[in-house]
């Protein structure tokens, strides 16, 4: 059994790529925090076509928590052969009004989540010199987003995290890359009203906002044999708003 696990899955840009992943034929692990109805109708979507998938609970933020969802994963779906590192939350807010806890928090999901997870992963990458890693980032980790100063600073360093850790792992096989997604349309952006969608739209080139399948599908191609040479890379897939 090939098995994918895709954190932050029960929703959102990480339920498209729970989705698409199984649709190429891996097994997924659809990881949730809080969400569990919503992690139980991905898995039955996936079980419905005859894929294979289960969900697990588990705060990224925590590595005891990260440790009890690899070994879970391992346990009953395999060796996780592809990590897609997805959980995320943002925050809009000037910085000089952010709390401790606001601040700890974003770090604690954004970036060090995707440590701990990948911390675990290859663990069992190494021995076997195979692996894949898909980092999502996002466009304003590439050029910084005002008013989201730490969740651009976490996004910046997930993608330094992904050249970095290319380097270390090249030698063992094992690929780790990013997609970089522009404005997806989920619930991180439901707090944005229609004119504010409208105009972002208009600034966009493609003039569309993305939707979660166009970063799935992204994903889902640096998983593939036919990206078996591109490492430590950064995919943008953001209709051009960035460039
Ligand atoms: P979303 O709709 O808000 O979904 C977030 C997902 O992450 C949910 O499945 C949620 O699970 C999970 N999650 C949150 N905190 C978690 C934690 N501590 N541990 C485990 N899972 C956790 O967000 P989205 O728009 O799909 O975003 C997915 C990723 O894309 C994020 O990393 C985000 O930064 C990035 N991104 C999004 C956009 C965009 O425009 N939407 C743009 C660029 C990058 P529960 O429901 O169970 O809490």
Redesign the pocket.
Known sequence: MHTALV??????????IALELAKEGWAVAV??????D??DEVVKKITDEKGVAEAF??????PEAVKRLFSDVSERLGFVEVLV??????HIGLLQDMTDGEISRLI???LA?TVYCSREAVKAMIPRKKGSIIN?????GEVGASCEAV?SAC?AGVIGFTKALAKELGPSGIRVNCV??????????KSLDSETLKELEEETPLLRI?A?ED?AKAAAFLTREEASFITGQVLPVNGGFIV
Do not use: F
């Open positions: 954190t932050g899955a029960s929703r959102g840009i990480g339920a498209a990881n949730y925090r809080s969400s569990r919503a992690a609970e588990a705060d990224v933020s925590d590192n997805n959980a995320g939350i943002s604690g999901v954004d989540g999502i980032a996002s466009m304003w969740y996004k970089s997604p522009g404005l997806i349309r989920t619930d991180m952006n993305g979660p970063v």
